[in-house]
């Protein structure tokens, strides 16, 4: 683009889109009340939020007794944890397989609004993750490397060095096969390096696989990048 449009732009590597969940049971109560242009803005929850399984996206579930918050607040609880769970946990990747559950509530006739049962909601979430355990997730990919048999050293060893973890190995139509699941973050730049170990002779191929938990260091690595740690 700079050479051919002469467009000025900022070159880095791309974005790793991280997300954030719990790795364990939490709960937390949220409370608001704030008075605004001479209106009381009240709302009150307590909120437990439990692991779902890999991909398991969001889900919600009152456990309310049968009228004791109208219907409306109930949905802005609701709302106010999924806006809550896009900025974050620990370093503000979107949340994602949390099942969130609405114990316990209060009601006032005169004060509560929508949006302070949003607001309590959110307060709820924070806290209630912070205490559950929370993980980020990164993006794995399934990567298929073909390469003559005598790389295949090398670029097992590389793939073990960008934390991949070997699946099967193979061969096909007289060159080796090697699968592996690696993350996104370690593969920028893998094509011209495994030219470089092959002397041009290998090619792979990666598709998205999952999102898997991180160990702590790389965790604490993330945040450092991300200023939510700093050195």
Do not use: W
Not at 123 to 145: H, N, Q, T, W, Y
Request: aromatic share 8%; hydrophobic share 40%.
């Amino acid at each position: 683009m700079k050479r051919e449009f002469k467009v000025d732009g900022n070159v880095g590597n791309p974005q790793v889109a991280y997300k954030e969940t719990v790795g364990s049971v939490g709960r937390a109560e949220g409370r608001f009340f704030r008075q605004a242009a001479g209106k009381n803005q009240f709302g009150h929850c307590v909120v437990e939020l439990q692991p779902l399984k890999k991909g398991g996206g969001y889900l919600f579930e009152s456990r309310l007794p049968q009228g004791l918050l109208p219907k409306e607040f109930v949905a802005a609880i609701d709302k106010g944890i999924q806006e809550a769970m896009l900025g974050g946990i620990q370093v503000g990747y979107p949340a994602t397989d949390i099942k969130a559950i609405l114990l316990d509530s209060a009601f006032s006739e005169s004060e509560s609004t929508e949006v302070g049962y949003k607001i309590a909601a959110s307060i709820a979430f924070r806290d209630a993750a912070k205490s559950g355990g929370p993980l980020i997730l990164e993006p794995v990919m399934s990567c298929e490397v073909a390469c003559p048999d005598e790389y295949m050293g090398s670029v097992i060893a590389d793939l073990n060095a960008r934390r991949g973890k070997i699946l099967s190995l193979g061969s096909r139509q007289g060159v080796q096969v090697i699968k592996a699941e690696v993350p996104l973050s370690t593969m920028f730049g893998y094509s011209t390096a495994l030219r470089s170990s092959s002397q041009g002779r290998a090619t792979f191929s990666m598709e998205f696989a999952s999102y898997e938990p991180v160990s702590a260091q790389i965790a604490e690595e993330i945040k450092i990048r991300a200023g939510v740690i700093l050195r």
